[in-house]
């Protein structure tokens, strides 16, 4: 997020994470509570498109980290939300299979999630995904983000290792894809650990960047339990 409120409770509180709410998930809202340094635009965006998307931070009982999206790339806020605002969560995979709006599936960005969608043996075939960032946001909340030169933001869950030949193969098709439609795809592994980049985890570097609620912490192994940092709760 290029600006972020305050948080509205004590730090020393903010422990852990909703495991009701999950990063990437897109959330109807009844209402956002004003702060005091916001940028102007927050409440216009608000008005027009009530959802925001969960983001990786801490938070205190019954707060869920935000991010709310205006109408270009420089406008967004990070920010906080009560749980009781809360009107309905969109997680990414149930995105899969919804049409975008009309007139709008001539976008490079359908046309490559249709590609996926309807490949069904295809490189994404066993994997529980959906889409995130713009596409994922316009297919949930029914306005137009994405634009020609929009990438294709992929969220993949990994709850189990992925081994580093199936990670390159993954990467490989989704750089063929990519190519022939003329589009920028970018998947993330949600890990044990945190959102890792498939092209980093795919490069078998010895280290890789896990951003979670905690922070971002390079690691070796994204699903070893005494290095993963879990965004959620302990139980989760």
Not at 163 to 175: E, G, M, T
Not at 225 to 232: P, V
């Amino acid at each position: 997020m290029r600006v972020r409120a305050a948080p509205p409770f004590d730090t020393t509180h903010a422990l852990s994470c909703d495991a009701r709410w999950r990063p990437h998930d897109l959330l109807r809202l009844r209402r956002l509570p004003a702060f005091d340094d916001e940028p102007a635009w927050v409440r216009a965006a608000v008005e027009r498109t009530p959802y925001a998307v969960v983001r990786r931070a801490l938070a205190a009982e019954d707060f869920v980290a935000i991010g709310v999206r205006g109408a270009g790339r420089a406008q967004r806020y990070g920010t906080w939300v009560h749980a009781e605002d809360i009107v309905a969560a969109v997680p990414p995979e149930t995105l899969v299979r919804t049409a975008p709006p009309a007139g709008r599936d001539a976008l490079s960005a359908f046309v490559a999630l249709h590609a996926l969608q309807g490949d069904t043996a295809g490189p994404l075939a066993g994997f529980v995904w959906g889409p995130t960032g713009s596409t994922g946001f316009e297919l949930a909340a029914r306005v137009p983000t994405v634009n020609e030169s929009s990438d294709l933001d992929l969220l993949i869950r990994t709850p189990e290792p992925l081994a580093r030949d199936c990670a390159l193969a993954l990467l490989d098709q989704l750089r063929a894809l990519a190519q022939r439609i003329g589009i920028r795809v970018d998947a993330q592994l949600e890990t044990p650990a945190g959102g890792v980049a498939l092209a980093e985890w795919a490069a078998d570097k010895a280290r890789v960047m896990a951003r979670n609620a905690r922070g971002p912490q390079l690691i070796a192994d994204p699903w070893e339990r005494d290095t993963a940092r879990i965004d959620h709760n302990d139980d989760t």
